[in-house]
Structures are given as structure tokens and as C-alpha cells.
């Protein structure tokens, strides 16, 4: 199983840079795509664009549905024959288009991050969710 992110624009900070790249190190499996930041709307067509068949499509939104860690990873687990592609718009949002062509609609939190931070969250979700999956003690 592959998993995907993609996500709209670069990151800037290093120190978040760094901590991707620390659980990227950590997980064959993860593959991130950057767009160029334009708007919502091109964004999303970009991103639909290079949806594969086989990939479930998650977009993640504030008013999605929240999982636990635990959650996630049955998820993943569960439906293992099928990629999973996590969508992470810029500071502008996701359009409605993206979220009717979702799987899924998946929120961190209640709280609103910067897309960087959400992108280094979802990074350390995914590999906390492979952890769980593989019973190592990461998770607790």
C-alpha cells in the first residue's frame, strides 16, 4: 500500500522541514507531491488530476471527521488494497469541488493550523498509524 500526500505549496520553516523529514526517513511507503499555491480553485484541479483509480482521495478540512490514532490506522489497515491520498490545501482552504471529490473528509483537530503545521501532523499521524499497524511500541 502506498500512501500519498499532496499538498499546496512549500515549507519555509526548517524546523518543520526537518521533523518531515525525520519520519520520512521512517516510512518507505509515504510519497508527498507539492503544488504551486494559485487558488482554491486550480489547486483542486491539480490535485483531482492526479487522483489515480485506485487512490482513495482524503482531503483534510477543520469540519471533517475526527479519528484517533487508533482509528487512522484501521483505516489504513482495513483498506490496504487501495492508496490513500491525503489532500492538504494552502491557507485559502480547499474548495467545495475537492471535498465532493473526497473519499473522505478528515480533520486533525477542531483547531485551525497553518498548512505546514498540518502537514507535519499528518506526516507523524501516519507513521504513529503504521506503527500501531505493525504492533511497535512508538505508539502509547
Do not use: C
Not at 102 to 123: G, N, Q, W
Not at 125 to 136: K, L, P, S, W
Request: charged share 30%; net charge positive.
Amino acid at each position: 500500500m502506498k500512501i500519498k500526500i499532496i499538498a499546496v505549496g512549500k515549507i519555509k520553516k526548517d524546523w518543520i522541514d526537518q521533523g518531515i523529514k525525520e519520519y520520512l526517513k521512517r516510512l518507505n511507503n509515504l510519497e508527498i507531491i507539492e503544488i504551486k499555491d494559485s487558488n482554491k480553485h486550480q489547486e483542486a484541479e491539480k490535485i483531482i488530476s492526479v487522483i489515480k483509480p485506485h487512490e482513495k482521495l482524503i482531503v483534510l478540512s477543520e469540519e471533517g471527521t475526527l479519528f484517533t490514532s487508533v482509528e487512522l490506522a484501521h483505516l489504513i489497515e482495513n483498506e490496504m488494497f487501495f492508496s490513500f491520498v491525503f489532500a492538504i490545501g494552502s491557507a485559502e482552504g480547499i474548495s467545495q469541488k475537492l471535498k465532493d471529490s473526497a473519499d473522505k473528509i478528515f480533520s486533525l483537530s477542531k483547531m485551525t493550523f497553518p498548512h505546514e503545521i498540518a502537514r507535519l501532523l499528518l506526516v507523524e499521524q501516519i507513521y504513529r498509524a503504521n506503527t500501531i499497524i505493525n504492533n511497535q511500541k512508538y505508539h502509547k
